[in-house]
């Protein structure tokens, strides 16, 4: 099950549409889950309209959250993607097998079973959530708060019988152009996550929709640079420093 | 999604089941737990009193359902050795504006919440409450079951300090992940261990309680402070600085730190700390530094001594 995990505390200004984003990464198997950050006043009517928007066309679910209890909702919305991705499925092979029905028609004893099966595959399938973090300049005072989330959320994963892993990323990143930066790359090692954010340059445009493309090449292709890797390298010359952080 | 069925049902409201068409008349809203809302209600073709949940959501009100199951099934193969801990009487679906709500009847428990009995009766009923509460857990524990949301809100407490653990929702398999906590009670909030199901995540869990009750303002300062300096060594200081845990002081120790080899020895523990006559409950005193100076001194003497005796 793949998974990104936005967290974020206004609107997208550059870049393509974050709602026609996560309708794209839906399309590749990817659950879009959106987190709006409230701790100073409101995210504003057109935050919170793109928040769950976003969410929708990602086949995930919207929340918002104080930093106070950032944690409890990342986890809670992870584990609530989890159990409806199975439920999903479960339901498409209810369907194949006795017709019109979900298993929430099942008579009580027979759903029983069927939940069983459900929680025991919740537990056991593999898991990757990506987490991308708006880094705009308004996060700046919340990023604390951001980090000790993500180690909570670590130790949860960690306790899962199932495969998990997690990878954090920031936008935008420090250069134009550069929608995402990784901050950690796949790990289910709870010692490395003490301090990702020390890399982070805090500027003002907040490109959503670019920052979730970049995350999904990353799913696909276990890098940032993508297929285009090459010519990237070629045309910056900047290439060679960055690499270290991704081979090995 | 999940709201609609949030709002209470009018006292008086009959709930008939889908299935099997028992019928329940609402008498009042008892509380509301992680996974649905708790009403008292009446059995229309009985009159009996009982506790009736209707669930938030399907799947998670249903695997809790699974959990009362298991455990009545494996106290049914026990015989009646043990208190029956699963008390699942029906379990059905109400048909509300459409919607199916699944719900679970159980048997209906009098009490007050561990905080209110407390305050009733005072805090040395902890003892009494305690060891009671611990018994449970073992049971739990020995059919491979940890309770995970373990806080004073899940405990009721009848007036001579028995007690039922309510809201299974948090409830997993040993070795399993914790599905349910909340942060003051969770040890991965404090640092001192991961979220993996076993029965010292209870153990930590009851002393967070303990703690709770009796020294809530230091627990709250603690739990307050910045994450990154929070750890279970402030847990400890305040086990071993205030007089109101005293009694406990050497118990919870080892519940912070895990350190019971099974929860049956942590009762059998607590037990002994509770049933000690009062007086030898009074913290005792530590030898003083010149008396242990003076038994070294002796010893080394012996030690002499012998040595000059047997050489000649």
Known sequence: MKQIMLITDGCSNVGESPVMAAALAKQEGIIVNVVGIIDYGTIGELGSLEISEIAKAGGGMSRLSGTQKLAQTMQMMTRKTVVQTIQHAVNKELRQILGNSSFEDLPPDQRSQVVEVMDELSETSPLEIALLIDASASMKPKLAAVEEAIRDMMLSLGARKGNSRLAVFHFPGPHSGEDAVLDLDWTTDLGTVRSIFQRISMRGATPTGPAILKVMEFFQYGTLKGHESKNWMEETGRGEGMLGDYVV | ?312
């Open chain 2, 1 to 312: 999604m999940t709201t609609s069925s949030k709002s209470a049902l009018a006292q008086g409201t009959v709930v008939t089941g889908r299935w099997k068409g028992g019928r329940y008349m609402i008498q009042r809203l008892l509380g509301q737990g992680s996974n649905g809302v708790v009403y008292l209600v009446k059995q229309l073709d009985s009159a009996k009193l009982y506790a009736l949940k209707m669930g938030f959501d399907t799947v998670d009100i249903q695997s809790e359902i699974n959990v009362l199951k298991a455990l009545q099934r494996q106290s049914h193969r026990r015989g009646n050795a043990g208190r029956d801990l699963s008390y699942l009487v029906e379990v059905d679906d109400y048909t509300l504006q459409g919607r199916e709500i699944p719900f679970y009847v159980m048997r209906y428990v009098k009490g007050d919440p561990l905080r209110s009995f407390l305050a009733k009766r005072g805090g040395l009923w902890l003892s009494i409450a305690g060891l009671h509460l611990l018994r449970q857990l073992r049971q739990l524990h020995e059919n491979g079951w940890v309770f995970g949301d373990l806080k004073p809100e899940n405990v009721l407490v009848s007036p001579y300090g028995e007690v039922e653990l309510i809201d299974y929702g948090g409830v997993s398999s040993i070795g399993r992940s914790v599905k349910q906590f909340t942060e003051w009670y969770d040890r991965g909030f404090w640092g001192a261990g991961g979220r993996t199901a076993d029965p010292s995540y209870d153990w930590f869990s009851f002393a967070v309680v303990c703690i709770h009750l009796l020294a809530e303002e230091p627990l709250k300062r603690a739990a307050t402070q910045l994450p990154q300096t929070r750890s279970y060594n402030d847990l400890l200081a305040i086990i071993r600085s205030e007089a109101a845990l005293s009694p406990y002081r050497g118990w919870l120790e080892r519940a912070v730190a895990g350190n019971f080899r099974d929860t049956a020895e942590a009762c059998q523990l607590w037990k002994e700390l509770v049933t000690s006559p009062l007086s030898r409950r009074r913290p005792r005193q530590k030898t003083p530094r010149w008396m242990l100076g003076a038994f070294a001194l002796a010893l080394t003497l012996l030690g002499c001594a012998l040595y000059l005796t047997l050489g000649f």
